[in-house]
């Protein structure tokens, strides 16, 4: 017997789940389906490297900065050349308001539908008649932290700035005052909406965490033992190991696989086996803590958190204003460079290969989706088979947590495909391959 | 109030979506979201939607369906952003083979997803568009522009004829560089001069304006996500043609190294919707494929 | 069938060239279809990609002798430098660049005229023609395998 649900709703993409059980009626395997092909990284083959950040940002519209920044920073690798002090400052601004808008909208119009007591169908009719004061100040927050990056970054989506070498223009002392007074803001907004959100995400996570406790290694990029957003080695942390290794190394131990039911690859944890390994804000809270959370509830706990640490982080980066040069010069020669950011929804790896006219010859892309994809299908297994027991499903509480359980890891089916996008539907399958039902 | 659909294609980076979303304290009064799988859980598409706002590329099978039962059941649909526009980004890959494109990205074509069309597609290849808004993404102010005429019933603004030049304030002295650069292989650019003038390519020349010039004027040229301006068809050619002469004195082969991508400058957002939209190596493998029936 | 062949002429040299081919009763394949335009300069990529879309089989782009002959100073290098990267383009839109050719061909040189006809139609003719392009629409879809 199969379950699929098809389209999902609430995330970046087009995708299904497709429940698989066995004889005796019990969740078997659950897949988690993307729907959607683009081929980015065939299409940045062929290019000018120097052009790539420019169209790798169009893989995401939700978190270009990430990739426009990742894709920058493997071409500086390849060719050799390093931008000045104050264009990763600049670049840190941006990426970091970047994150906070997308997990401001993520948590807004995406999650915070599964927390509310009435499951309305446009959640932004729902909040916008009951919630004003909440909506009004996310909105604010997230128009703060988009002009933070159009400031920096030319444009709020798809900024155009960030070249190969650094930012092309540095922000006059009069951007200056902008960016400051848009930080002031921001902090001010997101202080207003945090305890509330925090009390409703973290009551949800305590309430459920039987279900949806998964143990898993976790990945996430570090600076001196401490969490980075911009730069740092890999650090893996599971239950009781841990081990850092030097982000050109990524491919020694994330492995890809093609399946079969989808059109992202599923990269496994190898050192000797596969394991899962998740990344994202439950990552990046994990690799620099002591004790380790297994409840992918606190993803969205997170999420918020690291908007207000965010948000200080910009506030203290523009200290002062920035200097003439924010550029270094562009020099061809063959070359290969990896570039990897924490992303907002986690580790986000681009890899080119370049000839000596500086033309991409070889480029890959892993995004963490990718890397969530077999903890997502993990998650779905185990939340499902609460819901499906002896043939007997409960179809409205099966759709809502399998709903949560995806939407946790903001899966991005943009990014995962380079290609496509997630628009669940489940499906339940019997152990013979037979249709059993379809939910919408 | 208008019942408003946003219909998100497969070749989609929800870009457009989140401009909406960037200006939905300003619109939110005028609209009531009938259907969208990102921003609601809607994912039925009702009868009697005043506007569709298509986002994304043509690619699958299943996009093609969406898009014709849209198009049924809207007064108005209108391409949003230069995928759907044009083809955008994504219609790059029409210069693969897809099949054979997922054999060396997957080892094999993934057996249980949604078919993939041959090429990549603007919207209007497929149903009729009543308007189109591209821009990757679409200027804030011509989306609510947009909203607020359908909302108000005025007839839709009329396509721009001008380009970005036209609205670029960099200064122009009508003196060329007898040189072409790579972006970022000049450290001594003049931000307050035109890039075409310094050697630099920029393809304002022949981009729908619209936009205020909003790169120019923030340090890097344009790379003509706005597409072709009212009454030019192949914006890519415009741009080949044009620049080339522009950069007539340079020999041949210094030209190409310089220019080393004429498909991804001038093409990056509308080859799909070009003279030559996609290789003829997909009509041979479909030839191929036929044939084997 | 011979390959077709869109050439495209200026006024003041290559077409008095292909002129001169003709009074001077000198044969070339009929195949290749004279366009005059008033200059080198004149010459777009957009006549070529659209000839190559509707069946033609090559495009020859002709023009007065470089560096000095142009009528009009410097028609000729606008041609070449676009033919230039036209063949780039068509390189990686999986077309043979060789489909599009530039020669120089003065007023009096009829026979070159005559030459390079022939010569590109053999060449052409080795390639075989381009298949007919239709819309994306009726492409249809990639089956599975």
Known sequence: MKVVISPFTRVEGHAKVVLKLSEDGAVKEAKFKVLEFRGFEKILEGRPIEEAPRIASRICGICQVAHSLASAKAAERALGIEPPEDAIRLRRIMHYAGVIQSHLLHLIFLALPDYLPTRASSPLEYLFNNRKDLLKETIAARSASQKIVEIVGGKSIHPTTNLVGGIAKPPSREDWRKLLNSSKSLVLSLKKIFGELEQIFEEKAEELREYFELKTWYLALARDGEGDFYDGDLMFKGETDSFRLPPEEYHKVILEETVAHSYIKYPYLVKGEKKLVRVGPLARHNISSPDVENNSLYYNVFRLKECIKLADEISTLLDRPFKEKTFSKLVLRRGEGVGIVEAPRGLLVHHYKSDENGILEKVNIIVPTTINAPSIEKLLEKVSSQYIKQDKINVKELKYYLGLAVRLYDPCLSCATHSESLLPIIEIRDHENGLVKVIY | MIRLALVSLSGYCSGCEVALADVISEVLPRIEIVYSTLIADIDKLPSNIDLSLVSGAVRTKHDIEVLREARNKSKLLVALGSCASFGGIPGLANVYVVAELLREIYGTYPREVPKLTRAAAPVSEYVQVDYRLPGCPPPYKLLIELLVCVDEKKPLPKPPSRTVCDECSLKKRDVYEENVYRLGERDDVDFSRCFLEQGILCMGIATASGCEAQCPSRGVPCRGCRGPPAKIVDQGERLLSSIASVFSKIDEEELVRKIPDPLGYFYRFTLPSSTIPYTPEILKRMEKDEGSD | ?145
């Open chain 3, 1 to 145: 069938m011979k390959p077709k062949i869109l050439v495209l002429t200026c006024t003041y040299c290559s077409y008095a060239g292909a002129d001169i081919a003709g009074v001077s009763k000198i044969q070339y394949p009929p195949s290749a279809y004279i366009v005059r335009l008033i200059c080198s300069g004149r010459e777009e990529a957009l006549f070529a990609l659209e000839a190559l879309r509707e069946g033609f089989d090559g495009v020859l782009f002709t023009g007065c002798h470089i560096p000095y002959d142009c009528h009009f100073i410097s028609g000729n290098f606008k041609a070449r430098a676009r033919v230039a990267l036209l063949k780039k383009l068509l390189s990686q839109l999986g077309i043979e660049d060789s489909r599009v050719r530039l020669e120089w061909i003065s007023a009096s040189e009829g026979d070159k005229f005559a030459k390079v006809v022939f010569e590109f139609t053999r060449e052409l003719e080795e390639m075989g023609s381009l298949p007919k392009f239709r819309k994306i629409s009726e492409l249809g879809v990639e089956e599975h395998d």
